[in-house]
């Protein structure tokens, strides 16, 4: 097992912040928006996080190469 070394006095890097890769905080009711090639799954868990702090709703649909999520309340 290799040897770890306690390192002392290492600054914590800033966060870069990637920023939101859908935009869920600027929906309101009944906005919507399309992703290529995303299947509606993978939105569903995108927007979990509205969904548990916010209580806010959503609804996705299969649309041709992607998928469509509603916010409905």
Known sequence: MPEIKIE?????????????LYPFAEMEVGDSFFVEGKTTNQLQNAA??????K??????????NGARIWRVE
């Open 8 to 20: 002392k006095n290492i600054p914590i890097p800033e966060t870069t912040g990637n920023g939101a």
């Open 48 to 53: 979990s996080h509205w969904r548990k702090r």
């Open 55 to 64: 209580g806010w709703k959503f609804r996705t649909r299969t649309e041709g």
